[in-house]
Nanobody
Framework: QVQLVESGGGLVQAGGSLRLSCAAS????????MGWFRQAPGKEREFVAA????????AYADSVKGRFTISIDNAKKTVYLQMNSLKPEDTAVYYC?????????????????WGQGTQVTVSS
């Protein structure tokens, strides 16, 4: 079993920055994949970024490329999402998830474990 706990969300003005954290406990493995997703009201959950526990194969949604950075601290079993140049359209609940497979994918249904989510609100 894997437990994931997100933190770091909040209210920020457009152009500002936030760093989200996702602390993992339980069965993690260097070949597995960690992802960040987000869901805005009335919209489907969408892919934001993903990376292997080894730190390789980072992938990003086009909408966040160049603004968001995903990273991993293996010693702390924590995944981070640094979000810069935030826009009002980034407002959503952000979730981290783990996929028990080596392939980095963007489909939410292919991830096995999910955190409870953290709210990010960007004001204009």
């Amino acid at each position: 079993q894997v437990q994931l706990v997100e933190s770091g969300g909040g209210l920020v003005q457009a152009g500002g920055s936030l760093r989200l954290s996702c602390a993992a406990s339980g069965r993690t493995f260097s070949a597995y994949v960690m992802g960040w997703f987000r869901q805005a009201p009335g919209k489907e959950r969408e892919f934001v970024a993903a990376i292997r526990w080894s730190g390789g194969n980072a992938a990003y949604a086009d909408s966040v490329k160049g603004r968001f950075t995903i990273s991993i601290d293996n010693a702390k079993k924590t995944v981070y999402l640094q979000m810069n140049s935030l826009k009002p359209e980034d407002t959503a609940v952000y979730y981290c998830a783990q996929r028990s497979s080596i392939a980095v994918v963007t489909t939410p249904g292919l991830y096995d474990y999910w955190g409870q989510g953290t709210q990010v609100t960007v004001s204009s």
